[in-house]
């Protein structure tokens, strides 16, 4: 069993918000030395496939795995969360979401929460050039529960492709907008 933290936002003062999926900057650089204290590896999915289909070696496999993951694809992973990870020698998984045209929270925006903006293409490219995994999460961040079954599909679909497109790799792990699936 490997453990999975899942964050979302990353910030320094306390923004207007009600849903409160935000960690505080000096909140995560605490966390993350916790792990680093006491031992823990981070791995990616595409590690934790690796690992299961016996591409590698499980005589590898750290004693004290973890799987970072933040959903949305936010700015803040960026600018506050990336250079703590780097920091602590760890690595995560980023669900972005899967189009250009996205480029910030209107799925929150929509519902009163403020408007934050999301990774440019340069950045993901970037931060995935450096270890940092990135997974599919929609095109535009739809419950997919609410959705006719072509709708859902295309929504998951076409956000893999993006992705797929934009790294020049496969995509392998996918996560659920609102954590909701049928």
Not at 116 to 122: G, M, N, Y
Not at 135 to 156: C, K, Q
Request: glycine residues 6%; neutral net charge; hydrophobic residues 40%.
């Amino acid at each position: 069993v490997v453990p999975v933290l899942l964050y979302h936002r990353f910030v320094r003062e306390r923004p207007p918000s009600r849903h409160r999926t935000w960690v505080f900057a000096d909140q995560f650089a605490r966390q993350l030395r916790f792990l680093q204290r006491w031992g823990f590896t981070t791995l990616t999915f595409r590690d934790c496939a690796d690992f299961s289909s016996g591409r590698r070696s499980l005589a590898e496999f750290p004693a004290r795995p973890i799987v970072l993951t933040f959903d949305d694809g936010y700015l803040d992973n960026y600018d506050i969360a990336w250079p703590l990870l780097r920091q602590y020698g760890f690595t995560a998984v980023i669900y972005a979401m899967g189009g250009a045209h996205v480029r910030r929270n209107e799925w929150d925006i929509r519902t009163g929460e403020p408007a934050v903006p999301l990774l440019e293409p340069a950045q993901i490219r970037e931060m995935a050039a450096a270890g940092i995994e990135f997974g599919a999460h929609t095109i535009n961040h739809p419950d997919l529960t609410a959705l006719p079954r072509d709708e859902a599909i295309h929504e998951i679909a076409q956000s893999k492709r993006y992705l797929e497109a934009l790294l020049g790799r496969e995509v392998v792990s996918f996560a659920y907008p609102y954590g909701r699936y049928n």
